[in-house]
């Protein structure tokens, strides 16, 4: 299973939608360095440009990659497929699927025109290798 970065995102503040930078690093224990959401238990967060894509096509809306929140915007990689434990190698780094989704219980604060992808289709991961990470990476699923 074999997909690209095309969005590397981030926001000073958790009310805020992130936005592609284009590049960024992401260190072992903490998350995408410079986010809000760095430090967390869910470090850094993944959607497939392929559900924003279908929202789009289904709402009307338009939007860019880190618009829902996401750390890492990708494509060509069934995210939700990903068992819990996955580890994946985006550019420089390496990540485990810690979580998908979020159970719907708990807040979601984060909502563009009204939507939110993060909560069914987002993957919460951990960074267990540090690098850097750009846009036109690939991501590979490291086979165990």
Known sequence: MVGKVVGVCMSQRRIDP???VG???LQWGFGLVG???AGTEKEVSLLAIESIHRLCEETGISVEPGYFAENITTEGIDLTSLPIGSQLQVGEAKLTVVQIGKDPSQPHTYR???Y???PTEGVFCKVIESGVVTVGNIIKLIEG
């Open 116 to 118: 939110s992808l993060l």
């Open 35 to 37: 986010d809000s959401h």
């Open 18 to 20: 992130k936005k592609n």
């Open 23 to 25: 590049k960024g690093f």
């Open 112 to 114: 563009y025109q009204g």
